[in-house]
Nanobody, 116 residues
Framework: QVQLVESGGGLVQPGGSLRLSCVAS????????MGWYRQAPGKQRELVAD????????NYADSVKGRFTISRDNAKNTVHLQMNSLKPEDTAVYYC?????????WGQGTQVTVSS
């Protein structure tokens, strides 16, 4: 079966950094658009960043532009989200997503908490 497994979340102080990773299995990773979404309590799930199958095109939410970087390593079936200059409002559960046309798969999520 398809599995997306996130890691790298945790507690960090404002201004700090975290690097999230998502390892995919059970799908042809290199043909999927990969993305990171997040959901904070009481808020809708939102797209943080996504990256095209070859890695040549990326999109970012306005709130994270200049601070977060999405990347992928198709040889390792892995997508990363480097998060710098973290703010308390970045606190959320972060989810890995794989998309191909109308098919979508989700990871279980990893908690990111930014607090002093």
């Amino acid at each position: 079966q398809v599995q997306l497994v996130e890691s790298g979340g945790g507690l960090v102080q404002p201004g700090g950094s975290l690097r999230l990773s998502c390892v995919a299995s059970g799908l042809v990773f290199s043909i999927y658009t990969m993305g990171w979404y997040r959901q904070a309590p009481g808020k809708q799930r939102e797209l943080v960043a996504d990256i095209s199958n070859g890695g040549g095109t990326t999109n970012y939410a306005d709130s994270v532009k200049g601070r977060f970087t999405i990347s992928r390593d198709n040889a390792k079936n892995t997508v990363h989200l480097q998060m710098n200059s973290l703010k308390p409002e970045d606190t959320a559960v972060y989810y890995c997503n794989a998309r191909l046309t109308v098919s979508r798969y989700w990871g279980q999520g990893t908690q990111v908490t930014v607090s002093s």
